[in-house]
Each structure stands twice: as C-alpha cells, then as structure tokens.
C-alpha cells in the first residue's frame, strides 16, 4: 500500500495542496498528516483528495476540539494524541506529532506496529529500531534538514519510504 506522509504544515494551505497532489499523483493510497496543520480549515485540503485521511494533533493545534470537529465534518480520521491507520494484512501503522517523546518511545518500544510516523523535528528521518521503523516526512513549512519542504511516500509492500521535495 501507499501512504502519503506529511508533517508540520502550519497553516502553509499552499504547500499542504502541492505536497497532496503530489502524492496523489505519485500513487497514494490514504494520507497521514502528523500534525501542526493549525488551521482547521485547511483539514478540507485533507478530505478532498477522496483518500482515507488521517490527523495526528500537534503541539501547535491549539484548539484540538475545533481540529476534531472539522475533521468529523470531512470524514478525516482525527485523533489529539496518536491515530492508527490500515496498511493491509490487518496491520496498521501508527502516527503522532512526535513532541511526547514518552509516548513517541512507547509506541516504538512497544514493537505492536510495523510503522511508526512521527513530525515535530521538522527535519526527515528513517530509521529501524527492531521489528519498527519510525519515520519522520520532515516538513512543509520551516523544514530544518533538509532545508526545503518534505513530504514522503511510503511503500508499505516494498518497505521502502521516498521524500520528496514540495515546491
């Protein structure tokens, strides 16, 4: 399966666009947004690909309430804390903001999903902790490494994840 990875969007409708047609174009399946979106409409970018959607809250989403209401009226899967998403096989991957590292440990630690997507740092990174790997799509807007905006797309089949670069 595909999934679209995005992280830290806040508020940049133009980047959320581009990086959603972008993945849409390269195949995506179902999209994951890791949080800091911060506009509540723009969880319509979300929906509107006619994609499963899910939503992480970040630190940033102030009014989670707002984020959970809008996300209802979509139809995107919304969660304050951490969201499961279905990758096939029965399994799911797991995502979160990334900014309670306990949580961020825990879920890896805990070696239950085969994913786990994370934001927060701003900055991309795939790494393998036993039988989990934890990937980070970087972000669309103030990306710190590398310094232009990322989203990613994950082969779930392939076990392969690739950033890519949003203009």
Same mark, same amino acid.
């Given at each position: 399966?595909?999934?679209?990875?995005?992280? =830290?969007?806040?508020?940049? /409708? *133009? $980047?959320?666009?581009?990086?959603?047609?972008?993945?849409?174009? $390269? @195949? *995506?399946?179902? !999209?994951? #947004?890791? +949080?800091?979106?911060?506009? /509540? +409409?723009?969880?319509?970018?979300?929906?509107?690909? +006619?994609?499963?959607?899910? !939503?992480?809250?970040?630190?940033?989403? $102030?009014?989670? /309430?707002?984020?959970?209401?809008? *996300?209802?009226?979509?139809?995107?899967?919304?969660?304050? =804390?951490?969201?499961?998403?279905?990758?096939? =096989?029965?399994?799911?991957?797991? /995502?979160? #903001? @990334?900014?309670?590292? #306990? !949580?961020?440990?825990?879920?890896?630690?805990? @070696?239950?999903?085969?994913?786990?997507?994370?934001?927060? %740092? #701003?900055? %991309?990174?795939?790494?393998?902790?036993?039988? %989990? $790997?934890?990937?980070?799509?970087?972000?669309? *807007?103030?990306?710190?490494?590398?310094?232009?905006? %990322?989203?990613?797309?994950?082969?779930?089949?392939? =076990?392969?994840?690739?950033? !890519?670069?949003?203009?």
């Amino acid at each position: 399966m595909l999934i679209g990875l995005l992280s =830290d969007s806040h508020s940049n /409708a *133009a $980047r959320l666009r581009n990086a959603v047609a972008l993945l849409i174009g $390269r @195949g *995506a399946e179902a !999209l994951v #947004h890791c +949080g800091d979106i911060e506009a /509540a +409409g723009h969880v319509s970018i979300l929906s509107g690909a +006619g994609l499963p959607a899910y !939503l992480a809250a970040g630190n940033m989403d $102030r009014n989670a /309430a707002v984020l959970a209401r809008e *996300a209802g009226r979509c139809g995107v899967n919304f969660a304050a =804390d951490f969201i499961e998403a279905p990758i096939g =096989d029965g399994e799911h991957l797991v /995502a979160l #903001h @990334g900014d309670n590292e #306990h !949580l961020l440990c825990e879920l890896v630690e805990g @070696g239950q999903f085969p994913y786990v997507i994370h934001g927060h %740092t #701003h900055r %991309t990174s795939d790494i393998k902790y036993g039988s %989990t $790997r934890v990937i980070c799509p970087g972000a669309l *807007a103030h990306p710190r490494k590398p310094k232009h905006p %990322t989203a990613a797309l994950l082969d779930t089949e392939a =076990d392969t994840v690739e950033f !890519l670069k949003i203009l």
